[in-house]
């Protein structure tokens, strides 16, 4: 008796060890019969029977019409992605659950009070990477976002001391402005976290507090002056800037075309110039280069 037992792959995809077993088993020996590979994997009947069930549930296999019954494997590639469509249908829906409970926890105007350095630390790290579209800051340092999200960024002069400081500030595309009443940071116009002392911050939801917060950014946003990227006659020219920059943040080609106004076929011409002139192979290295030059608007 032969026990087959390859290291799993598909545990992340929700799929137990024993079925996983079982599958190969049956990539092995495809058409077999639950008795066909009862000695195969070492298992008695009624343990075979059951993850068969589990893998027709699963879509990693088929029965055959007739007696007796005969199972086929389903082709790797494509068990695999149907697996991970079901798996990113069930986070879609794990977070719209989220938004349901959030909405029973907070009543309108409610407030967290967050206390000590690494407690602020640590939420404001997870905010921002819990971001979907937007982080917002008004003279706060953060850790970048992650790609695809838009930051926008308000400096106070005074916190852009030193030359390094500055660069820094003009290659992220920040803004600037003189005597910014307050530190904020706000992630998808949803979620607030306003520092009130050295070491308190309070975490707001969706409230009037917030919508007033927002109103107040906003208003700074057009009063700053940007921060223009030093380099500007570097590779890239503005319309290729604007372009790279709504592919970052995760436009298609057909969803830049229309905002551009322009054919899709020369958002691809135009994307394939840019990967070029930044010597990268693929639009994600594109942005991280022309981030990283200061070339993105």
Not at 269 to 278: G, P, S, T, Y
Request: with cysteine.
């Amino acid at each position: 008796m032969h026990s087959y037992r390859p290291a799993p792959v598909l545990a992340a995809l929700g799929v137990c060890s024993e079925d996983e077993q079982l599958y190969r088993a049956l990539l092995a020996r495809p058409e077999s019969t639950a008795t066909d590979l009862t000695p195969y994997v070492g298992w008695p009947a009624n343990r075979v029977g059951r993850h068969l069930r589990s893998l027709l549930s699963l879509g990693l296999a088929s029965r055959t019409p007739g007696r007796p019954a005969r199972y086929v494997p389903a082709v790797p590639e494509a068990a695999v992605e149907l697996l991970a469509l079901r798996k990113q249908a069930a986070i879609v829906e794990a977070r719209l659950g989220a938004a349901t409970l959030t909405a029973e926890f907070r009543q309108p105007d409610a407030f967290t009070v967050i206390r000590g350095a690494e407690a602020i630390a640590q939420r404001l790290y997870q905010a921002q990477q819990c971001a979907r579209d937007e982080v917002l800051v008004l003279d706060q340092l953060l850790v970048s976002p992650r790609h695809g999200v838009t930051c926008r960024t308000i400096y106070d002069m005074a916190t852009l001391s030193s030359p390094a400081d500055l660069a820094a500030a003009r290659s992220s595309g920040c803004r600037i402005l003189r005597d910014i009443p307050l530190k904020l940071v706000v992630v998808d116009r949803r979620t607030a976290l306003l520092p009130t002392g050295a070491e308190v911050v309070i975490e707001l939801g969706p409230s009037s507090l917030l919508d007033a917060l927002l109103r107040l950014f906003d208003l700074l946003w057009q009063q700053a002056s940007p921060l223009s990227p030093a380099g500007c006659d570097g590779p890239l020219t503005s319309e290729d800037q604007q372009l790279l920059s709504l592919a970052a943040a995760g436009l298609t080609d057909q969803a830049i075309a229309r905002r551009l106004g322009v054919a899709q076929r020369t958002v691809e011409r135009r994307m394939q110039r840019i990967l070029r002139a930044l010597d990268a192979t693929t639009r994600f290295q594109a942005g991280l280069r022309a981030g990283q030059q200061g070339l993105l608007v």
